[in-house]
């Protein structure tokens, strides 16, 4: 009896004691004694070969002032959020001494916006990636962007419809000409195109706004491998947002044609990849839906809808073959045409090693089709 | 002076004055207070405490020395000290020096007849019985009975024929023993004791005093009835019986408590309910050695083989409309005397989320009460550690937006969360307890000023975020979603537990903490129901009463895990040996019995 009592508590012993053990909770800090770091910027420092990492995080005020009111006070006038910076050759000497700066713990738990500057070296955004992969706090679902501009002018700046800055990225692809794109990319989508042979990294890019307006996200940056390429301008940012089927809420406009205007122009996109001897042959299939918002006649004919179907069918094909012919001058593989070619034949990809010096070569053929909702339509 | 020796003195003084047998007590009498005088006098001189023990010595010996008086005549007539004699005086004699000095008990003396006169005493207890019928239906009638000749012929026939011809109370039985004799007349009987005859009649005359029947208070109902029981056990039973009213509801009576002698009824449905439960409520009973039952919960540590588990396993209930049903799904009720909660059993953890409401309306209505509940029942156990766990280990888990607005709203704050939730937890029990105590008006006051004006300064001072406020107001009120009061109880203790370990463990500890409430819940069992049941064993059929409530006509057959003898709810069934033969094996040889 005294044995199996014995055993008992031994086993209850051991279960307290793994509880404990496993669960790590010798190093848990209440959410009070945490600074919330909600972006992070990565810029090239200026003694050669060491990075700079900017932390962004709300300010007690920002806090009090975001939800209303605090309970104990701590309010009061201040800024609603603050910046800290650190320098070293890797991320963590950067994070220590940023660390160093504050007697809060810097906490990456939600971070929710993260930044590259498009003059870091290859080698450094390689050495961050990586980095960033291995820290245990920092989940894989952060956005990330490109930015040129300093950290304080992209995102530590006063935000006229968020308290915080970072929050302002985190759903949004704003662009003053294309409206919204579902162009947003996390870190896991990043570092699966760097990861990945065959594709290449698109970023959305962050540049500070006219005077008195905050940010603007209109544009999006191409990388090959991890070298930063160029940054697309707005029509080009279309085309690419249409050629990868990301197409939410785009508009069209004719003014040949009636008057023509479309908006709600949303597509899919398929691609089929035939390799041909020392080439590619590569079909990029696109289904359009598009809204017919406006025309010069006050009600729209069968024919003047042929028509329109056609011209924009044209227009749009013609629009995202200048634009992959760009990207093959670029050598960036945004579609992932090789990533594609691995992945319905290893054997032939392999042959067409490097893919980078294949890439220029690939013989494009876009194809187009456009449905047209009449005005009025419910969608 | 001790009242023992109080009494003694009154009832000396109530002693009748007239015949043989009160002439030679008086003498008796007389002699021992001459002697008590006389040993009085003599200790004059001892100390005054001294004094008072010698003093009830005394009055104890002389009241010992009758009493033995008594039980040598019924040793001489009967031949056995528990059987009366049949002679009258001997009985008034031992009634008056045992159960006689309570000022409660009264005892008479009478004759019977007109012309003959025979002599009898009736005993009872003033207050428990009914006055009409020993007033009217029992001395006036013996006393006018004109052919007491025929009881003189015949001494030995003489209760025979008062029972069949003269005393008018409808429930008459008889008894010899002493023993029993004295237990019926504390139970509100009257006995009649007749010269010349050793059987004694005992007239129920028991009409103890009574609650009227009021509104059911712990589990009110809105379209149901509005009957609660009382503390009487008859009263309970007559409103079951009212509900059931087919010969089948059985009572089956036992009287628990060496000193108190409590009248507990199992009651069951012959035929229908498992025998094997009766058989085995009525066992575990029968070995309870209790000096006293004041209340039914007192019985459930030998119902249980689980006594010391938090969580109830015998469900109480006030509404007989709650018992019948329950009987009819083949489960026991065990009504106790002076309780007004009856019992039921077994039980599973889901019987203790399900009330007459969920059947008073329509299904529809009854599962979402149900789920209601369940929500209440989380929101409550879970929502203060988990505000702990998210803000003190686990802030990661949490979505952006809600850690800003919990950080903001914690700005300025001196304690950490879980020294929050306990102060606040702390307040609201202090509150809930104060409220239990003082009168409802009081009561209702006390719980708008405690929440309003100690929920709000406390925010203003800055002590816990208005956040927490929420939390553990739906926590309150979550926890007290149950609709039987004893289900609360467990889910505030493990409260703590959770509270505690959300703390040190975060998410990690909570999950930790419910695998080992669900694996204590899943050993528990109720005369050999899983507690869990029907989920933990698994009875699809049994689902349809469980987290949602099917409608009437779709819920045809009884509980599985209460393996009754008719599973169906309507028709006709038998037992077949190959279907179930354990029941079949039960159900043969309740047909031999």
Known sequence: MIKGLIRKLAALFMLLLLSVTLSGCWDDMPLDTRTLVLAMGFYPAKKPGQITVDFSFPTPTGLTSSNGAGSGGGGGKGPSFDTLSGTGYTLAQAFSAAQAKTNRDLYLGHTILLVFSTHLKAHQFNLLMNALDRIGTLDKTPFVAAVSAPFSKVVGVKMTQEEFPALYFEELFTCALCTQFSLGVRLWDASNRLATPGVDLVLPEITPGAKGKGPEVDHIALYRGYHYVATLGHSETTAYSMAAGKSRKSSLYFPHHWHAEFNAVSNNMHLHVDPKGSTVDVTVSLHFTETLESLDTDTESAHQLAVLSRVSSAAIGRRILTFLEKTQKDDSDVLGVGRQLSWIDPTAFRKYRPWHRVYPHVHFIVKTAVKINKMGDLK | ?593
């Open chain 2, 1 to 593: 002076m001790w009242p023992f020796s109080r009494r003694r003195n009154q009832s000396t003084k109530q002693k009748p004055s007239e015949g043989e047998s009160l002439s030679k007590a008086m003498a008796e009498a007389a002699a021992l207070s001459q002697n008590v005088n006389t040993a009085d006098a003599a200790i004059q001189y001892t100390s005054g405490t001294d004094l008072t023990l010698l003093k009830d010595i005394i009055t104890e010996t002389s009241t010992l020395e009758e009493r033995l008086s008594a039980f040598t005549t019924d040793l001489a007539g009967s031949g056995s000290l528990d059987s009366f004699s049949g002679n009258v005086a001997s009985a008034y004699e031992r009634l008056k020096n045992t159960v006689g000095q309570s000022p409660d008990i009264i005892i008479r003396r009478f004759f019977i007849g007109t012309t003959v006169r025979i002599p009898a005493v009736l005993a009872f207890v003033d207050g428990l019985t009914d006055s009409q019928i020993i007033d009217q239906d029992t001395i006036m009638v013996s006393q006018e009975y004109d052919r007491a000749y025929a009881i003189s012929q015949d001494p030995k026939r003489a209760h025979q024929i008062v029972h069949d011809s003269v005393v008018a109370s409808g429930h008459l039985t008889v008894e010899a023993s002493w023993q029993k004799l004295l237990v019926k007349l504390m139970g509100g009987n009257t006995i009649l004791f007749i010269e010349g005859t050793e059987n004694v009649l005992v007239v129920d005359t028991v009409k103890y005093p009574a609650r009227s029947i009021s509104t059911p208070t712990a589990e009110r109902t809105v379209l149901g009835s509005q009957e609660a029981f009382n503390e009487v056990i008859l009263t309970q039973m007559n409103l079951i019986r009212m509900r059931m009213k087919t010969p089948d509801l059985h009572f089956d009576n036992i009287s628990l408590g060496r000193l108190s002698h409590t009248n507990v009824a199992i009651a069951h449905i012959e035929g229908l309910t498992n025998p094997a439960i009766v058989s085995a409520a009525k066992q575990k009973l029968a070995v309870a050695d209790l000096a006293e039952v004041q209340s039914g919960q007192e019985l459930v540590p030998y119902l249980t083989d689980r006594a010391n588990t938090l969580f109830p396993l015998i469900r109480r209930s006030e509404r007989p409309d709650v018992v019948a049903r329950e009987l009819s799904m083949g489960k026991i009720a065990i009504l106790v005397d002076n309780t007004p909660f009856v019992m039921l059993m077994p039980n599973t953890l889901m019987d203790f989320y399900q009330t007459i409401e969920d059947y008073t309306m329509n299904s529809w209505y009854g599962t979402l009460e149900r789920l209601i509940r369940f929500l209440g029942l989380f929101l409550g156990l879970l929502l203060p550690p988990l505000y702990i766990a998210l803000t003190s280990v686990n802030p990661d888990l949490l979505p952006t937006k809600m850690v800003l607005t919990i950080a903001g709203s914690r700005v300025g704050l001196p304690l950490p969360p879980i020294f929050e939730v306990l102060t606040m937890w702390a307040i609201i029990e202090v509150l809930r307890e104060a409220a239990l105590r003082l009168p409802k008006e009081l009561s209702n006051t006390l719980g708008t000023v405690g929440a309003i004006v100690v929920g709000t300064a406390i925010v203003k001072a800055g002590i816990v975020s208005p956040l927490m406020i929420v939390i553990i107001t739906l926590t309150a009120l979550g926890l007290f979603t149950s609709p039987s009061y004893e289900m609360a109880a467990p889910w505030r203790v493990l409260f703590w537990l959770l509270i505690i370990v959300s703390y040190f463990l975060g998410l990690y500890g909570i999950i930790l903490a419910l695998l080992l409430i669900l694996g204590h819940l899943a050993s528990l069992e109720v005369f050999g129901v899983p507690y869990l049941s029907p989920f933990g064993p698994y009875h699809g059929r049994d689902m349809r009463d469980t987290l949602v409530r099917f409608p009437e006509p779709m819920m045809t057959k009884r509980p599985t895990y209460l393996q009754s003898l008719k599973p169906k709810k309507a028709g006709h069934y038998d037992a077949t040996p190959d279907e179930s033969p354990s029941i079949y094996q039960i159900a043969q040889e309740r047909t031999h019995d």
